[in-house]
């Protein structure tokens, strides 16, 4: 009995899974440049080091082209467009940092380096979920909705329903960050909204017995339902 459970929750996990890169809410090319910020604005920053602070500019330009060159992976594709949207505040930021470095204004270098470390902490509030709980249920519905869904597969959204309904009571159950805790409320509305076009879509599939035919029109339809509940939840946050 253990063995089947073990791997019935294997294969579940194989059908979520798919690409890990693909559900994986990050952008490895802007982590990467946190290595290079960490040393301006922790160590050179506080220090008012001008000279450490000039001498990065070699170290921060090839990191701001691989940011520049970087593909979101498929579960952040809805961020797009704030994506490009913080990726021109970030470039501006970086050529005022360029700038102040070949000049001799002590206190513009002391300004240059506190706004690009402000941008860059800005694009990973960007791409970071709110909670662990939203990031795990989306990406289970990223799988359904992009990939199980244009392609009918039904049978594939049967066997992560019950996960996903899981998550999404998950959801409901989580606690925000303190600086968001004022909207602690919609939250919990729309989370418990969410759990229900969750359960509906379970309800839309119906038996689990493969044979008994699958109501197409009613599957699609909750399958929506469900994804526009959760647009909602992640508009909270905007």
Known sequence: MLILFVFAASMMYSQVKDDSAEINSTVPELMAFH???????????????????KGMVEKIKPHIEK???ASLP?????????????????????????AAASGNDDQKMLDAAEKLHADFEMMVRILRPVNKEIDEYHKVLYVIFHKY??????????????????????????KLPKKLEGKTELFQKTASELLEKTKALKDALGTNDSSKEI?????????DAMHSKYQDLEKIFD
Do not use: M, T
């Open 35 to 53: 290595d290079v910020i960490y040393v301006i604005w922790h160590e050179a920053y506080p220090a008012k080091d001008i000279s450490a602070l």
């Open 74 to 98: 498929g579960i952040l594709r809805e961020k797009e467009g704030k994506w490009k949207e913080g990726l021109n505040v970030l470039n501006a930021s970086a050529e005022n940092y360029y």
């Open 215 to 223: 109501d197409a029109a009613a599957v699609d339809k909750a399958i």
């Open 149 to 174: 869904y244009p392609a009918k597969d039904y049978e594939s959204v049967r066997k992560v329903i019950d996960d996903l309904i899981s998550k999404a009571e998950a959801c409901v159950n989580a």
């Open 67 to 69: 940011i520049n060159s």
